[in-house]
């Protein structure tokens, strides 16, 4: 079931932002993790909740400042004023990418945040985030009757 703010937040949103200009960027230290949830747990829920109400909170309850980069956690500030701190999701391509992670070069990520169904992909050179374009809701069912008749031409069928 879907809130009334989420809902009125998804009508107000719809199509608005083409660009998302970041504000800072965070990263979640293992410390400042164990410490959270731990406070979390002594205090039976109400500062989880507090810092999911409140995002300055849980920046200042798990998080600490980093470049966008290495960001994990990034705080934007919307066409209408409204600031909104959005997990980064990081996907690799290029070069094989070492278990130990994306440092000195050793391969590419691509940095990507959800806002409502929308998702922006991040441009290095501008220093913003973009909206990516919407792909078909057929598209995997294309691309596995691509890779059936791909594989039916290598086997000479």
């Given at each position: 079931m879907e809130t009334q703010v989420s809902a009125?937040?998804?009508?107000?949103?719809?199509?608005?932002?083409?660009v998302l200009q970041p504000i800072a960027g965070y990263h979640a230290p293992v410390w400042k993790q164990v410490l959270y949830f731990t406070t979390a747990l002594s205090t039976f829920g109400v500062s989880y909740l507090f810092a999911m109400l409140c995002p300055s909170v849980m920046v200042l309850?798990?998080?600490?400042?980093?470049?966008?980069?290495?960001?994990?956690?990034?705080?934007?500030?919307?066409?209408?004023?409204?600031?909104?701190l959005l997990r980064v999701f990081s996907a690799a391509y290029g070069r094989a990418?070492?278990?130990?992670?994306l440092r000195q070069g050793r391969g590419t990520a691509l940095q990507l945040v959800q806002l409502s169904e929308y998702w922006y992909s991040h441009n290095l050179a501008a220093g913003t985030f973009e909206r990516v374009p919407r792909m078909p809701s057929d598209l995997p069912q294309q691309l596995n009757k691509a890779l059936e008749a791909l594989s039916a031409i290598d086997e000479g069928v």
């Open positions: 009125r937040f998804r009508k107000s949103h719809t199509g608005r932002d083409e309850l798990r998080l600490r400042p980093c470049s966008l980069r290495s960001a994990s956690f990034v705080s934007f500030q919307l066409t209408d004023g409204q600031v909104l990418v070492p278990a130990a992670g």
